[in-house]
C-alpha cells in the first residue's frame, strides 16, 4: 500500500513536469532567466511572418493609433483616394481611428463622405489660431519680403504664406492637438497617395513592439534655397542641449562631416508612421520650440520633413528608425515599389518595380543602407 502511494507520486510530479515543459514550448513562454538575454529586434518580414493574424476592431492586440490628416475642404476628393487606397490595403481589416485638422472647419460634405469610407471612427479638428498664426518674435514684413523674393527665383511654394503655416504645423503642432493626445502612435496620411502592396501586418504593432519612434518609405535631398539657416540653428539647439542628444544616432546620414554641414538628405514625411509620445517629449519640444524662434519657417520656408528627419536623426537612436522596405507608396512625383518579386507577389503589389526610387541619384536611401551596413536586397537595381 505505502509503495503504491509513493510511486503514485512519483508519477504525479512526473506529469506535471512534463506538461509544465510542454506549456513552455508550445506557447512560447519564456522562462525568467531569459529575459536578460538581448534578442536582436526582428526585421518587419520575420514580424509578419510571426504575426499574421488579423486582430479586429476590438481586439487588445491593436495599438493606441490613429491615422491622422491635415486637409482643407478642397481637398476632399484627393482625400477620398486616400482613404480608399488605406482601407483596401490594411485598414479595413483593423478599423484605426482617423483625425482630421484643418485650419477652418470641416463641412458636413467632408465629414459625411469620409466618415461613409474610414472604417475606424472619425474625428475633426479646428486648429487652434495660437498654432497657426505668427508668433509675436515674427518680423511679419521682413516674412513678405521673403515671401516675394523666393516667388521671383520661383522656388517651390516660395511665394505661399499658407504652405509656410502648414509646414510650420506639422513640424510643431499637430502631435499637441487635443484629438491627437489620447494616442500613443499615428501614421499621416496626405491627399492623393497610393498604396501598392497590401499591408500584411500591422505597423503600429511593430513600431511598438521594438520600440521604433519614427519611420519612413522614400528619402530625398531637399532644396538648398527653402533651408539655408536651418543647420545653423540646429547646430545652435545642439550647443544648447547637449542633453537631448541621442548615444548611436543616426548623424552619419544627415551629414557627411561630423555635423559640420547637413547634407541635406531627409526622410519624406508626407509617409510617417511615428509615435507621438516622441514628439511629446521634453527634448522634440525643446527642438521645436529652438528652431521656432529662429524664424525660418516663415523668412526662409523650412519643411516639416527637414525639421522631422534631423530630431529623428539627432535625438533618437539609429536603430529606432524604422526603414518599411515593402510598404509600397506614392506621393507624386515618387515611388517606393519593392523591387523583390516574392514580395511582391506575396503582397498583391500592382506598382512596377522599374519605378522603384531608392536607388536612383536624388535618393537618399543607398545613403540609409550604408550607414545602417545593410545589403541590398538581392533583385534590387
Ligand atoms: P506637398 O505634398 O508638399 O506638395 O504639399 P500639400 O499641398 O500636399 O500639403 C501637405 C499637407 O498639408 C496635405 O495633407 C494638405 O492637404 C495639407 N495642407 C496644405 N495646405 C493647407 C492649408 O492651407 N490648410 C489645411 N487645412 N491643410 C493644408
Ligand atoms: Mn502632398
Known amino acids: 500500500m505505502s509503495v503504491n502511494v509513493r510511486y503514485t507520486r512519483y508519477l504525479v510530479f512526473a506529469l506535471v513536469g512534463l506538461t509544465f515543459f510542454y506549456l513552455v514550448s508550445r506557447t512560447n513562454l519564456r522562462l525568467p532567466s531569459s529575459a536578460s538575454f538581448s534578442r536582436p529586434a526582428p526585421t518587419y518580414n520575420e514580424f509578419k511572418a510571426n504575426k499574421f493574424q488579423i486582430p479586429g476592431a476590438n481586439s487588445t492586440e491593436r495599438v493606441n493609433a490613429t491615422f491622422v490628416t491635415l486637409a482643407r475642404n478642397s481637398d476632399l476628393w484627393d482625400m477620398v483616394k486616400s482613404i480608399r487606397t488605406v482601407e483596401d490595403r490594411f485598414n479595413r481589416d483593423y478599423n484605426y481611428d482617423w483625425v482630421f485638422l484643418n485650419d477652418k472647419e470641416f463641412d458636413e460634405d467632408f465629414k459625411k463622405l469620409t466618415t461613409a469610407l474610414v472604417s475606424g471612427t472619425t474625428h475633426y479638428g479646428l486648429i487652434p489660431k495660437e498654432h497657426w498664426s505668427y508668433p509675436e518674435w515674427i518680423d511679419q514684413d521682413k516674412a513678405a519680403d521673403a515671401r516675394q523674393e523666393m516667388d521671383r527665383k520661383k522656388i517651390i511654394y516660395g511665394g505661399s504664406e499658407s504652405y509656410r503655416h502648414m509646414c510650420r504645423y506639422e513640424s510643431g503642432f499637430f502631435f499637441r492637438h487635443p484629438l491627437m493626445l489620447n494616442y500613443e502612435y499615428y501614421w499621416r496620411v496626405e491627399p492623393s497617395i497610393e498604396l501598392f502592396c497590401d499591408i500584411g501586418a500591422d505597423p503600429f504593432r511593430f513600431m511598438k513592439e521594438n520600440d521604433k519612434k519614427y519611420s519612413f518609405v522614400i528619402s530625398l535631398y531637399e532644396y538648398e534655397a527653402t533651408i539655408p539657416s536651418l543647420w545653423s540653428s540646429v547646430q545652435k539647439f545642439m550647443a544648447n542641449h547637449p542633453q537631448h ?14 555635423g559640420e554641414t547637413y547634407n541635406k538628405c531627409h526622410f519624406w514625411s508626407n509617409f510617417e508612421i511615428g509615435s507621438l509620445e516622441w514628439l511629446r517629449s521634453q527634448a522634440y519640444l525643446d527642438y521645436f520650440e529652438s528652431l521656432d524662434k529662429d524664424g525660418g519657417f516663415f523668412y526662409e520656408r523650412w519643411g516639416d520633413a527637414p525639421v522631422h528627419s ?18 509600397a507608396y506614392y506621393h507624386v512625383p515618387f515611388t517606393h515599389c519593392p523591387n523583390d518579386e516574392q514580395t511582391r507577389l506575396d503582397l498583391r503589389c500592382s506598382c512596377k518595380p522599374k519605378d522603384n526610387f531608392d536607388w536612383k541619384d536624388y535618393s537618399c536611401t543607398n545613403r540609409w543602407f550604408k550607414v545602417n551596413h545593410l545589403q541590398k536586397p538581392d533583385g534590387w537595381d
Do not use: P, V, Y
Open 310 to 327: 534631423i530630431a529623428a536623426a539627432t535625438m533618437l537612436r539609429k536603430d529606432q528608425i524604422q526603414f518599411f522596405h515593402d510598404i
Open 245 to 258: 542628444i541621442a548615444q548611436d544616432n543616426a548623424m552619419e546620414f544627415i551629414s557627411d562631416n561630423g
